[in-house]
C-alpha cells in the first residue's frame, strides 16, 4: 500500500463531493488525467502579491487515465459479491450519507464513480464464503453476467478459481493501469503463479494485517524503553520484544500458579504472523520465478522454539481451555503486548487501557523491512462479464478514488479515540500500511493437506502445548506441501493452455 495520502485532502474532498448525489448541483469533474483538463478562478492582486520565493512548487497533479468525458455505460450495473469477514461489512458499502466519516467517504466515493462513468453500482453481502461461493459457482456455470466482482477470502477458494479458468486477467481489463501507485503491484505480483494476474490488489481494499498493541501505562511502569523508538531506530526486534516481555510478566500472588490472575509481556493470539514478520514466508521465488516450498531454515526453526519457550516459561499467556474466550487480551490490562487488528477496535476504545500500535517485530537489525501479513481478501472478476471496458473503468476509478479519499479517512478512523492523542501512532501505521505482505503458498494451500499442517500446527504446539515438534512436521509434511505446490501449477498451466487455445 502506498504512502498515505493526507488526512486534510480526503475531509476538503468530502465537503467539495457532498453535492454528487441527491442534488440538482453537478458533481465535481473527475480528472480525465489532460494536463489541459485545468480550469482556475481569476488571478488578484492578492494573488500578485505572492512571491516565488513565498510558495512552494505545487505537488504534480494525481490523474488517472480513464478518459471519463468519452466513456456513458447507460447506468449499467457493476455487482460485487462480498461476505461478512474482516473488513467487507464495514468499510466497503454505504447506500446513502452518513455523519460517519468512513460511511460518508465511500457513500460520496459511490456516486463520484457512478456519476462518471453512467454507472450503478450494487453490492450483495452474504453470510459467509461458504454461502458466497456456491452463488458464484452457480452465476459462472450458467454463464450469467450477475456479478462484475468478487471479493475473496485471503485462503478459502483462492487456488481453486485460479485453476478453473473462471476468472478474468486484470491485466487484460481496458483502463486499468496496474503501474499506478493506488494499485499493489507488489503483492499482485506475490498472487501471482502463472502468466497472469488472477487476483487483484488496490487501494479498493481496505488492509486488515494484524498489528501488536502494547499497554502504554506498564512500559512507562516498568521503566522500559519507549517501543516507537526501537521500531525508529530499527531496534524492535524479537529479542527485544522478548526481553520486555519477560519483564512484565509476573505471579501476582507468588503461588507458583500461573493463571487468568497473573500478569504476562504477550497475551491474545496472532502468533501466526510472526514467521512473515521474520522475513520467513512458506515459500520463496526461484530461478524460473515458480515459489519453491521452503521452511527448512535456522529461522523458521528459531521462531517457532521461540514461542514455545515463552509458553513454557509463562512469558505468555496460555489459556486453559484454549477457547477464545479465555485469551487475556489488551483491554484486561494484564499483558504488554498484544496482537490486534489495525481496524478500530470498540471494545479497546470503550476501555481504560492507554494503548498504542506497533508492526510486529524483524528477526533482528540486519532484515531490511518489517513486515506485515494482510489477512484482508483479493479482488476477482469473474469471466461471465459482459462488458470488460465497463468493469476495467469501474475498477479504475474505484481504486484512485478510494486512494483519493476512503483510504485517507480509514486512516482517521483507526486514528479515533485513545490512538488520536498518540501522535506517535500515525508513523506506527504508515510503517504497518507501507510493508503489508502476503505469503503465496499460505493464501493458495493454507488450508489444506500438508501446507496446512506445517503452518498450523507448528504455533499451536508451540503456544498451547508448550512444545517445539517443528522438526518432525517438516520432516514428514514438506515433500507433500511442495507436491501441493506443483500440483496447483500443473492445474494452472493446463487451465492456461485451454485458454491460450480459445484466444
Request: hydrophobic share 40%; glycine share 6%.
Amino acid at each position: 500500500m502506498k504512502k498515505i495520502i493526507c488526512i486534510c485532502l480526503a475531509l476538503l474532498f468530502v465537503l467539495s463531493a457532498f453535492a454528487a448525489c441527491g442534488t440538482d448541483t453537478p458533481p465535481a469533474p473527475v480528472s480525465t488525467g489532460d494536463p489541459a483538463d485545468v480550469s482556475g478562478g481569476d488571478i488578484t492582486d492578492a494573488d500578485a502579491d505572492t512571491t516565488a520565493a513565498e510558495t512552494e512548487p505545487p505537488e504534480p497533479e494525481r490523474a488517472h487515465r480513464v478518459p471519463v468525458a468519452e466513456l456513458d455505460f447507460g447506468a449499467e450495473e457493476f455487482h460485487v459479491v462480498a461476505f461478512d469477514w474482516q473488513a467487507y461489512s464495514d468499510l466497503f458499502f454505504a447506500e446513502e450519507d452518513s455523519s460517519d466519516p468512513m460511511e460518508s467517504a465511500i457513500y460520496m466515493r459511490k456516486c463520484v464513480v457512478e456519476d462518471a462513468l453512467n454507472v450503478t453500482l450494487t453490492h450483495t453481502m452474504y453470510k459467509s464464503y461458504t454461502d458466497m461461493y456456491p452463488a458464484v459457482d452457480q452465476n459462472v456455470g450458467t454463464g450469467d453476467d450477475g456479478m462484475q466482482l468478487i471479493l475473496m477470502h485471503c485462503i478459502s477458494g483462492v487456488a481453486s478459481y485460479a485453476t478453473s479458468g473462471v476468472l478474468y486477467p486484470f491485466e487484460k481489463l481496458p483502463h486499468i493501469d496496474l503501474s499506478a501507485d493506488w494499485w499493489n503491484q507488489e503483492q499482485m505480483d506475490a498472487l501471482r503463479l502463472g502468466k497472469s494476474y488472477h487476483y487483484g490488489v488496490s487501494d479498493y481494499m481496505i488492509p486488515t494485517p494484524n498489528t501488536l498493541l502494547f499497554n502504554k501505562d506498564m512500559i512507562e511502569d516498568l521503566s522500559l524503553e519507549n517501543p516507537y523508538t526501537l521500531v525508529d531506530e530499527n531496534r524492535w526486534t524479537l529479542d527485544k520484544m522478548e526481553e520486555m516481555a519477560r519483564a512484565a510478566s509476573r505471579d501476582v500472588n507468588n503461588d507458583g500458579v500461573w493463571d487468568e490472575g497473573d500478569i504476562y509481556g504477550v497475551g491474545g493470539n496472532g502468533y501466526l504472523n510472526f514467521w512473515s514478520a521474520c522475513g520467513q514466508f512458506l515459500a520463496h521465488r526461484g530461478d524460473d520465478d515458480r515459489i519453491v516450498f521452503d521452511m527448512s531454515t535456522e529461522k523458521a526453526f528459531d521462531v517457532i522454539e521461540t514461542i514455545a519457550v515463552w509458553s513454557r516459561e509463562h512469558v505468555s499467556h496460555v489459556p486453559s481451555t484454549g477457547q477464545e474466550s479465555d485469551l487475556l487480551k489488551m483491554q484486561s490490562g494484564q499483558v504488554l503486548f498484544a496482537p490486534g487488528s489495525l481496524g478500530p477496535s470498540k471494545k479497546l476504545l470503550e476501555s481504560d487501557v492507554n494503548y498504542g500500535i506497533l508492526p510486529y517485530p524483524k528477526y533482528n537489525a540486519e532484515q531490511e523491512n518489517y513486515r506485515c501479513l494482510d489477512w484482508g481478501g483479493f479482488m476477482a472478476v469473474p469471466t461471465t462479464i459482459r462488458d470488460p471496458e465497463m468493469v476495467g473503468a469501474t475498477l479504475e476509478l474505484l481504486a484512485f478514488e478510494s486512494a483519493e479519499t476512503t483510504i485517507p479517512v480509514f486512516y482517521d478512523k483507526v486514528l479515533s479515540g485513545q490512538l488520536a492523542q498518540d501522535p506517535d501512532a500515525s508513523r506506527m501505521i504508515d510503517i504497518i500500511l507501507e510493508n503489508i505482505c502476503y505469503d503465496p503458498a499460505m493464501n493458495y494451500l493454507g488450508l489444506s493437506g500438508s501446507v496446512f499442517k506445517i503452518f498450523y500446527a507448528p504455533w499451536f504446539e508451540a503456544h498451547m502445548e508448550r512444545r517445539s515438534n517443528f522438526a518432525s512436521l517438516y520432516a514428514e509434511h514438506a515433500e507433500p506441501a511442495q507436491k501441493q505446490i506443483d500440483d496447483l501449477y500443473a492445474a494452472l498451466e493446463l487451465t492456461e493452455s485451454l485458454n491460450d487455445m480459445m484466444g
